[in-house]
């Protein structure tokens, strides 16, 4: 066999194996190993954007989704920062924009191997890297809107045309941009910060986030506070600190609603309160520092301690209320009887079928009659014990006997407690309870028993509901100002039911969120059971405030976008979905740190 020796040997063509020319080791020296120059191969200019539009499997927009193909090819430098959900721009070649959003991000081979083998995978466990330059990474798109200036306004439309292959693909920096992308109001209600991820959106701009608002004016529609609002979050996500930032906005002495004796009014705001946690709106947050202050002021972002901020507190034999933790005033009331022969439902209980309710409509309506609006829950009581009146209504057919002891087991189990207490009647003290810029707060956590709560707080709220809908209301307080009802634990008032009693309350509370935009009557509703509340009021809420919840059966029942649905389990206290159609496209938010009032207990 041929001894092929070192293949250095034939490196050399002069032929002298010993003798090297100066200029021989100056190009070595300068290009070592091969023997050729080196060619500088930096690219000339700067990236611009994360990526281009690939084409390789087709570029589409379409009317059905199902048709829009739009991908982007993202560079490697761009890798690590890129995330579902983050906002994009990809410009037109006469100055338009599409504005999108990433929907799907995956790697793609570059070429055509198999990775899964052995040698690859024993290379990638010795390395101390990875060579993503062997892989494609893609990301796809989701057209929302077409980003346009029409007389130095910017304005948005429909996707309705395909950008151009190869096309710069840019993140939206822009908070013009992003705002009229999404849909999201210059002015309004602050809810809180446009995040991705649980990260908060930044811009070029100063303040850098983006500040998402509910529309509350006339110019674009009906103020969206008159067509409901829903709040639903498990315990710990955030819910009631949300809440009473919310609520502050509405309260702010700048906020005024035009009511159709061409007043302009500021808004009143009742709040029942199962925790009694809202009468500390009433104090200043001693967590918030001039730091915040500043910045709140900045984005227009009402903050502390309301001073028109009134407890009124329901009168219950037996019990007290302490309130240790708020300086808000106090104000004792009691539920006057005489409310029952309007809402007979109150002390309907929840077994009655309809023949009963209609005996028991007709023997209180039988009982202010005889008694006048005087009439007490004892006097009715004792009225119900007459065998006379018992024996009198069997014979004459109006109400058969058996039906007649239903109807009186059942009122006899109502709390007493309840009804005409040492305080005054909430009746006489509508002019303090409901008053422009106002917040009345209902404490309840101190009533001894659910179906005691249950009752002040339905009695309280019908009233105001009843009022607001009326043609010929008695108290004017009511009919001709803003009104907001806030109701904590609403899936335990508004619940869907069989019985006569749930079938009144959702019927009159259905009519009132249907009628809210022409009464300028608004229901707040906050719940960690969103599944519970009854479908006819739930359908007449606009607005959606998802915080984490844990159930799949309530993620499921607040019918929000399935990408955003799965992200509800795993978000972080203060972390929430809004789903408004009327007022932007539905988006994640961070909601502010700190409460802008007092919140928690020491």
Not at 385 to 405: K, M, W
Not at 495 to 513: L, P
């Amino acid at each position: 066999m041929s001894d092929l020796r070192n293949f250095e040997d034939f490196g050399n063509d002069s032929g002298d194996d010993e003798e090297t020319t100066a200029s021989d080791a100056e190009e070595k020296e300068s290009s070592p190993g091969d023997g050729f120059d080196r060619v500088e191969l930096d690219p000339v200019g700067d990236d611009r954007g994360i990526g281009t539009l690939a084409v390789s499997e087709g570029l589409a927009i379409g009317e059905d989704s199902d048709d829009t193909r739009l991908r982007a090819y993202v560079t490697a430098p761009n890798r690590a920062n890129v995330r579902i959900g983050k906002y994009l721009l990809v410009p037109y070649p006469d100055g338009e924009k599409l504005f999108c959003r990433i929907t799907t991000l995956e790697y793609a081979q570059e070429f055509h191997s198999d990775d899964a083998t052995e040698i690859h995978a024993r290379r990638a466990m010795r390395s101390e890297s990875i060579d993503e330059t062997d892989y494609k990474f893609m990301a796809t798109l989701e057209p929302i809107a077409v980003l346009f200036e029409d007389d130095n306004e910017l304005k948005r439309r429909m996707t309705d045309r395909v950008p151009k292959p190869e096309t710069v693909v840019r993140q939206a920096r822009d908070k013009r941009d992003i705002k009229t992308g999404l849909k999201i109001p210059e002015d309004g209600v602050f809810l809180g910060h446009l995040s991705v991820g649980g990260e908060k959106v930044r811009t070029a701009a100063e303040p850098p986030t983006i500040d998402y608002r509910v529309k509350d004016d006339y110019e674009s529609g009906d103020p969206l506070v008159f067509r409901h609002t829903l709040v639903a979050g498990g315990t710990g996500s955030g819910k009631t600190h949300g809440a009473k930032n919310i609520l502050r906005q509405y309260l702010s002495g700048e906020r005024t609603y035009p009511m159709e004796d061409g007043r302009d009014a500021r808004m009143a705001v009742v709040q029942f309160d199962p925790q009694d946690e809202y009468a500390q709106m009433h104090d200043d947050n001693p967590e918030v520092s001039t730091d915040d202050e500043r910045t709140w002021e900045r984005e227009g972002v009402a903050y502390g301690g309301h001073d028109e901020t009134v407890a009124f507190v329901p009168k219950v034999s037996g019990v007290s209320y302490a309130a240790d933790h708020h300086r808000a005033e106090q104000v004792e009331f009691t539920i006057p009887f005489s409310m029952v022969e309007d809402n007979p439902w109150l002390v309907a209980g929840a077994k009655l079928n309809d023949n009963q309710y209609g005996a028991l409509t007709f023997l209180i309506k039988r009982f202010f009659r005889n008694y006048g609006g005087n009439g007490t829950y004892q006097n009715f009581l004792s009225y119900l014990d007459d065998p006379a009146l018992r024996e009198e209504l069997d014979e004459s057919g109006r109400v058969h006997e058996a039906t007649f002891d239903a109807v009186k087991r059942r009122v006899r189990s109502v709390p007493s407690s309840v009804f005409d207490q040492s305080a005054e009647p909430i009746t006489d003290l509508v002019p303090q309870f409901v008053r422009s810029g106002r917040l009345s707060v209902v404490p309840t956590y101190h009533l001894p028993t659910s179906r005691a709560k249950e009752m002040v707080v339905l009695a309280v709220s019908s009233l105001l509901v009843d009022e607001k809908l009326s043609n010929s209301p008695e108290y004017s307080e009511i009919k001709e100002t803003p009104l907001v009802v806030g109701m904590d634990e609403a899936h335990n008032f508004l619940s869907d039911a069989e019985s006569v009693q749930a079938q009144k309350v959702i019927g009159k509370f259905t009519e009132a969120a249907k009628q809210g935009r022409k009464e300028r009557l608004g229901l707040f509703l906050i719940t960690q059971d969103p599944q519970d509340i009854a479908e006819p009021v739930f359908k007449q809420v606009n607005t959606t405030v998802v915080l984490n919840l844990g159930d799949e059966d309530a993620i499921k029942s607040v019918n929000i976008p399935p990408n955003l649905e799965k992200k509800v389990p795993y978000m972080e206290k203060g972390q929430m979905v809004v789903y408004s159609p009327d007022n932007s496209e539905p988006v994640e938010l961070i909601g502010l740190p700190k409460c802008v009032t007092r919140h928690g207990r020491d």
